[in-house]
């Protein structure tokens, strides 16, 4: 096994640097304030489209294939398997440099030498957990992520339970309960949505993450943290303050950040990046949709779908018997409406014929009047879909990279960030 300096990169999706300074000084975060101290490097994404590959799923997919998605052509949520370019910890690996990976975007492991670990995000249908000893602990993530519209309790109890058992199984009594006090303290003042779920839940993976990481030690380590998106997208109340109840979700950063950075854990390289970043967009009428069931919405406008594979927001998978099946629901949903507007964007996947992606297309305003012509009829849209969010971030391309104990440009690509800090190695 070859050794290299120990790395430890966190993936702070999307993170505004701006928000993160407002929230540091407002509410006395001391590990925020350390990290936004180090060096900076300004990177820069290669699509100025959201929804088109200014995306989170397509864009960290550049930086761990360090290729343009040009090259690597893997646009959408679920689509890895597509993926035809090694990622870095199959670099680092062939050169004998040991990983750990947990959680990253839109990835996947590829049986990596040297990779000790590796969870991918709760939408990706194509991946395992590896080693399966900590699959159990995804369980509840898994299912309340996909399915959180239209919840079977049974189904949800059953995932909650082997999520538990696979927490307490894992980590001490005494951690999760000094994490259990903390939680609640955060409850004062804070609104109880999905912001703090996700902030929670980040917590307990974060320590489960350091557990794998102590157990095997891996010279280079990834972890991928999604909180601070989700709460600039759903709850960004302006561009030029922040209120107390965005308290829960920073401190919930701050106590990740400080248990990642612990002096106790020894020397290392620490590299913090958000791929690209976002602007606050609280003034604008920017709506999104989700379906509430998909499966069973495709199959009420006579479509006949084997399998739905629900993706993070308006959008999904849908898998058929054949490739005359596919297109017809291609056909059927492309020419549905809501007034003069096209209510979906479909594409029909070209190495797979059976297999169609699909995405809720209208960001209008709607109400109990709005309706939804598709399939012959008329429905009232809240039927079938209901608000997801009123988006208060949008994707830029900008993006930063924070450092220290490592040397990047100023400015860099963020496909190439990689390459600055392990340059490839040439082969015969």
Request: glycine letters at 6%; a neutral charge.
């Amino acid at each position: 096994m070859n050794t290299v300096e120990r790395t430890l990169v966190i993936e702070l999706n999307e993170f505004n640097e701006v928000l993160l300074q407002q929230a540091a000084k407002r509410f006395g975060l001391e590990n925020i304030k350390t990290v936004l101290s180090w060096r900076h490097c300004e990177t820069q994404a290669d699509h100025d489209q959201e929804h088109n590959g200014l995306d989170p799923w397509c864009q960290w997919v550049s930086i761990h294939t360090e290729q343009p998605s040009s090259t690597h052509n893997v646009i959408r949520l679920g689509d890895v398997d597509k993926l035809r370019h090694p990622q870095i910890w199959e670099r680092l690996g062939e050169d004998g440099v040991s990983t750990g990976v947990w959680g990253v975007m839109n990835a996947r492991r590829n049986s990596a030498p040297e990779n000790l670990f590796f969870t991918t995000d709760p939408w990706n249908f194509t991946e395992r957990p590896f080693p399966d000893s900590v699959a159990g602990f995804f369980a509840l993530p898994v299912y309340y992520s996909k399915n959180y519209m239209d919840l079977s309790w049974a189904k949800a109890a059953k995932a909650a339970l082997t999520t538990l058992v696979a927490t307490f199984r894992q980590l001490p009594i005494s951690t999760l309960w000094k994490d259990l006090l903390f939680v609640l303290r955060q409850v004062r003042g804070a609104k109880l949505n999905t912001c703090f779920l996700f902030g929670a839940f980040e917590l307990l993976s974060t320590r489960l993450f350091l557990k794998f990481r102590k157990k095997h030690d891996p010279s280079v380590c990834f972890i991928f943290l999604n909180l601070i998106a989700h709460f600039q997208h759903h709850d960004w109340k302006s561009a030029d303050d922040i209120d107390d109840s965005a308290r829960a979700v920073f401190s919930f950063l701050d106590r990740i950040l400080g248990i990642l950075l612990d002096k106790n854990s020894g020397s290392q390289r620490v590299l913090l990046l958000n791929a690209f970043t976002q602007k606050n967009v609280s003034q604008d009428a920017f709506f999104c949709y989700r379906q509430i069931n998909p499966l069973g919405f495709l199959q009420r406008i006579g479509l006949q779908p084997v399998r739905v594979e629900q993706c993070m927001t308006n959008d999904g998978h849908a898998f058929f018997s054949t490739p005359e099946a596919c297109q017809r629901a291609a056909d059927c949903l492309s020419e549905a409406r809501i007034g003069n507007v096209p209510a979906f964007a479909i594409e029909v996947d070209e190495r797979q014929p059976t297999r169609l992606f699909y995405q809720f297309s209208y960001w209008g305003p709607a109400d109990s009047s709005t309706k939804l012509e598709i399939a012959g009829e008329t429905m009232p849209l809240f039927n079938e879909f209901a608000l997801h969010a009123k988006r208060t971030g949008a994707h830029v391309t900008q993006g930063n990279a924070f450092f220290k104990g490592l040397e990047l440009p100023p400015t860099s690509p963020n496909y190439e960030v990689f390459g600055h800090i392990w340059p490839p190695t040439a082969r015969p």
